[in-house]
């Protein structure tokens, strides 16, 4: 299993993307995991240069929808195979009719992607695990379309949920996970607060073991506000790297 980081974390330094592409290949990582690009060019020379590759990227989903040829010609430039609609509101999620049609426009982007050597995924908060009709929203979903998965370990655990349960139930359609730490907290937004990793209450050893018995090729570690993105980025790729001498040893 590779890793990577979700370039989303690094947003307030002040770096192009190609420079954030830099120092992710510094701090160990073995790619990046796009939302977004300013330099196409530059980025391009960067990934080249670090020797890192590009996962995924997450892109709107009225962007997928409004100009797809133009976003898989944007990001398979970058190496990019696999998109990510990272967020879908609560409304879509709200029942189970709600549910069924947020199925159905997933799955008619997915056939669209599919037809252009690109697939689809869908990347959750904790939104998604509402109950509906006495099961959550993403079971619904998952049984209803389709879609492929970039599950976010730490909402489905503040959602009250098992990460590791999500994980075996849908290792054949989640190519990616995210990885991220969290203490849980009723009061705040979304039930728990990023925080580094090792630092909260995700088991992450246990999700990984789990995560390298199934189809899951990238764990991609994501902090929403880190207080220090250059330290976070540093401090997740040494964790990253102690993780695997552990397994190696």
């Not at 330094?13 to 790619?31: I, N, Q, W, Y």
Request: charged share 30%; proline share 5%.
């Amino acid at each position: 299993m590779n890793f990577g980081i979700q370039l989303y974390s690094l947003r307030d330094l002040d770096e192009s993307t190609a420079a954030l592409v830099r120092r992710a290949a510094d701090a160990g990582f073995d790619g990046v995991e796009f939302a977004g690009v300013d330099d196409a060019a530059a980025v391009r020379a960067a990934l080249d240069d670090a020797g890192v590759g590009a996962p995924a990227a997450h892109v709107p989903i009225e962007d997928l929808e409004a100009d797809l040829d133009a976003v898989c010609e944007r990001y398979g430039a970058l190496g990019v195979e696999t998109l990510v609609v990272p967020f879908l509101p609560p409304e879509a999620f709200a029942d189970a009719d709600a549910v069924d049609e947020t199925a159905h426009r997933l799955d008619d982007l997915t056939a669209k992607c599919d037809d252009r050597g690109v697939r689809l995924l869908y990347h959750n908060h904790d939104h998604e695990l509402v109950t509906v009709e006495g099961e959550p929203a993403l079971d619904r979903l998952a049984e209803e379309s389709g879609i492929g998965f970039e599950l976010d370990l730490a909402w489905i655990l503040a959602a009250g949920y098992d990460p590791v349960a999500y994980i075996d139930r849908y290792a054949d359609r989640t190519p990616v996970v995210h990885l991220k730490d969290v203490v849980l907290d009723a009061d705040a937004k979304r039930g728990g607060r990023p925080v580094p990793l090792g630092e909260g209450e995700l088991d992450i050893d246990r999700c990984l073991a789990t995560a390298g018995d199934t189809p899951v090729e990238w764990a991609v570690v994501e902090h929403d506000f880190p207080d220090e993105p250059a330290a976070f980025c540093r401090d997740a790729g040494e964790f990253v790297a102690a993780y695997r001498t552990d397994e190696e040893a």
